[in-house]
């Protein structure tokens, strides 16, 4: 839970304030960012310099972050991004976007991300992790809404030992939202999105059969002959295994799975092949599609 770890910062008149900013004490003009409990300053030999309140409130950290974040990169105006990878291919270098507007806690679509910020038009969700990361259900909605969106993971800075001095506040904390790309990933990124879109689209698209009442699953005409059928009108033509040959072979893009209907109200909760995205036989199209997209 998030209340175990110290609260380095409260809000005073209307402002963001680390625990180096007051005195030892209550404070009558300091309140949770969460919250807005009355907090007492705890400053001391003994203890980690941190706000305390008596309130059972789980969220001080992550909302004061929120807000130090958004004057954070309002100041700057600037944030770095890590490098993009699709796999093994890498699309663009870590690189610096200026920002034109940041907004906090903005309800877009149906999610209400941390953080965004306006580059050139185009909008980039910012997620801050501290004790809570970012859910398969967000980045599902991040992709309906062709938005990209970066998650700084800052839960290696904010823990229960964490002892934090005035420079942390004012220079640390501040270049690893700005410039470090160490603890930032890419939750969603539309020019992946389109590259796997293109790649998908040259790929070869082989419909995996599955033999009733088995376990079964195959896709025919295996560029690399994997396996023979050894009777049957098939005989002698290639084949692969859907579940076993095709994850592991280098020639696969991606996999389609799709629940089967076993009958008589039975299913199987593991999915089973539906299709499999061969790049077997493409070398030429493949190389021109990467030279195209000047992937690394």
Known sequence: ???KIKLPFAIKNGELISIFDVESGKQKDCFCPCCGSVVIAR???KNVPHFAHSSACNFGLQTALHLKAKEILSNSKSIFLPALFARDYQLHDALEIELSEVYLEKKTGNIVPDIIVVSKGRKLFIEIAVTHFSNVRKIIEMEKLGIGGIEIDLSAYFTDSSEYTKTFFTETLPSLIIN???CKRWLFSPKREFFYKEMKSISHKKQSIWIKGSDFNY?????LNKRIW??????GKSYANSEYDCPKCPNLFTIENKQKDMGAGISYSQPFPEYVYCMGNKEKEFDAFLKKWKVK
């Not at 896709?219 to 560029?223: L, M, S, T, Y």
């Not at 050894?230 to 005989?235: I, R, T, V």
């Open 43 to 45: 400053i001391g030999n």
């Open 1 to 3: 839970m998030e209340n």
């Open 180 to 182: 470090n790309i160490n």
């Open 219 to 223: 896709v025919d005409d295996c560029p």
């Open 230 to 235: 050894k009777s049957g009108y098939k005989e």
